[in-house]
C-alpha cells in the first residue's frame, strides 16, 4: 500500500499545478467514464476546492447544506466544527496557495442522496503537507447536490514518500 502511495505522489506531485478538474478525477488506466450524475455529486466538492484555493468562502458555503458539519481526524484527536466554523476558518485572503486532490473517488448514488469516498493530498504552495481520506455526504435538494457532511483523516506527508 505504501508502494502504491509512494508510486502515485511521485507521478502526481509535479503534474498538481492546477486545481482539481472532473477529467483528473476519473483519469486511469482501468476507470471507467463518469455518468452525469456521478459528475454532478462531484461538482460541489470541486467548488469546495476551487473556493480554498481562491480564498473565496462565499464560493464554499454555496455548496454546503447548512446546519452541516465538519469532521477531521489528526492522530487522536477528532474536531468537529459547523459548516460556518468551517468556513471561517479559511483564509479569506494569503499568499499560500492551497490545493486539495482528490483520486480515485468511490461514488455512490441512491435517488437524492450520495457518498464520495476519495484519498486526498493537500499542498501548500505546491508542495504535498497532508494526505488522507475524504468521506463526503450528500443531498440533492431542489435539483442540485449540497454537500450535507464531511469527514476526513489526516496526516503528515512523511519526506520521500
Not at 126 to 149: P, Q, Y
Amino acid at each position: 500500500m505504501r508502494n502504491c502511495r509512494r508510486d502515485w505522489m511521485s507521478r502526481a506531485l509535479p503534474a498538481l499545478l492546477l486545481v482539481f478538474s472532473l477529467p483528473v478525477w476519473a483519469a486511469g488506466s482501468e476507470k471507467k467514464a463518469l455518468t452525469p450524475e456521478e459528475r454532478a455529486v462531484l461538482a460541489p466538492l470541486a467548488k469546495v476546492f476551487d473556493g480554498i484555493a481562491k480564498h473565496d468562502r462565499g464560493l464554499v458555503k454555496e455548496q454546503l447544506l447548512p446546519g452541516g458539519m465538519v469532521t477531521l481526524k489528526r492522530s487522536d484527536r477528532i474536531v468537529q466544527m459547523s459548516f460556518d466554523q468551517f468556513v471561517e476558518h479559511i483564509p479569506a485572503t494569503g499568499k499560500e496557495k492551497l490545493e486539495e486532490r482528490i483520486h480515485d473517488p468511490l461514488i455512490r448514488i441512491d435517488d437524492d442522496i450520495a457518498i464520495i469516498w476519495a484519498p486526498y493530498v493537500f499542498l501548500i504552495d505546491g508542495k504535498g503537507d497532508h494526505e488522507g481520506t475524504d468521506s463526503v455526504n450528500l443531498v440533492k435538494k431542489d435539483g442540485r447536490w449540497l454537500i450535507a457532511g464531511i469527514a476526513d483523516n489526516g496526516r503528515k506527508i512523511r519526506p520521500g514518500h
